[in-house]
């Protein structure tokens, strides 16, 4: 009786624990903001837009009916790879080209692939989100991606759905 007990007390107390240091997360209704405010900011219909996590787990996604299917997976590589290293992803470009690309447009010449089901993708067009912790420190929290443009319409767009993202800090 009395592990029985002891458990039920211990269950009971799990859920009071403190997140203290934690940065606050992105929302689904946050990631949905973002997408229609990076969708908003492209010149044409042809945008994928992907809000991933500070693991790079998706949190929402657009893909409107006339966008090409290669921004689909270019724009997910891009939010892991922001996500993950806390940068955007025009900063390693130039780094981990593996091979000069004919098409500048087209960028899975960029897209490598790593432990289990998640790409990399090196190009324009991906940035981190980051809040500041209750510890006043600034963490990654996610990141947005877009493809599907040419790789400074990709960036413009990430942009403006960071800003919003931002913005809800």
Not at 60 to 81: D, E, F, Q, R, Y
Request: aromatic fraction near 6%; charged fraction near 15%; charge should be negative.
């Amino acid at each position: 009786m009395k592990k029985f007990l002891m458990a039920s007390v211990f269950v009971a107390v799990v859920p009071n624990v403190s997140y203290a240091g934690m940065a606050p997360q992105i929302t689904l209704e946050q990631a949905q903001k973002a997408i229609k405010a990076a969708l908003a900011a492209s010149p044409e219909d042809t945008m994928s837009v992907w809000v991933v996590d500070k693991d790079g787990v998706p949190i929402a996604m657009a893909h409107p009916n006339c966008a090409p299917t290669i921004g689909v997976s270019g724009a997910l590589g891009k939010a892991v790879v922001s996500a993950y290293f806390g940068a955007p992803s025009l900063n390693f470009d130039p780094r981990f080209t593996p091979q000069p690309n004919p098409n500048p447009t087209i960028t899975m010449a960029n897209t490598w692939k790593v432990s289990g089901w998640e790409p990399m993708n090196f190009a324009k067009g991906g940035v981190p989100i980051k809040r500041m912790d209750h510890d006043n420190n600034l963490d990654t929290v996610g990141a947005i991606a877009c493809g599907g443009g040419t790789p400074d319409q990709d960036q413009t767009c990430a942009d403006a759905g960071a800003a919003v993202l931002n913005a809800s800090n």
